[in-house]
Nanobody, 117 residues
Framework: QGQVVESGGGLVHAGEALTLSCAAS????????IQWHRQAPGKEGELVAG?????????LYVDSVKGRFTISRDNTKNTAFLHMTSLKPGNTAVYYC?????????WGQGTHVTVSA
């Protein structure tokens, strides 16, 4: 039974930066793709960024974060990251890490990010 656990959320001011972490255990992390999703209050969940299991291929970002957010992973530490810069109040949401391989996936509990104006 694999698990992913997010951390690093908090309250920041607009224009600041924040890095979220996703620590994995109980499965072959390096074999899984990683995604970051978010859900703002009263809104549907949204795929923010994704990265394949190896190399820099198959990177994806939602248009609204391109140039500001960066997804990365350190397979030696079984950890993925979402580095967020130039944060805006509209980025306020619960951010979730998801690991996936084929049809199988695991979701974390989420970490809250609040950006004040």
């Amino acid at each position: 039974q694999g698990q992913v656990v997010e951390s690093g959320g908090g309250l920041v001011h607009a224009g600041e930066a924040l890095t979220l972490s996703c620590a994995a255990s109980g499965f072959g992390f390096s074999q899984y793709a990683i995604q970051w999703h978010r859900q703002a209050p009263g809104k549907e969940g949204e795929l923010v960024a994704g990265k394949s299991s190896n190399g820099n291929g198959n990177l994806l970002y939602v248009d609204s974060v391109k140039g500001r957010f960066t997804i990365s992973r350190d397979n030696t530490k079984n950890t993925a990251f979402l580095h967020m810069t130039s944060l805006k109040p509209g980025n306020t949401a619960v951010y979730y890490c998801r690991s996936l391989l084929g049809r199988s996936s695991s979701w974390g509990q989420g970490t809250h990010v609040t950006v004040s104006a």
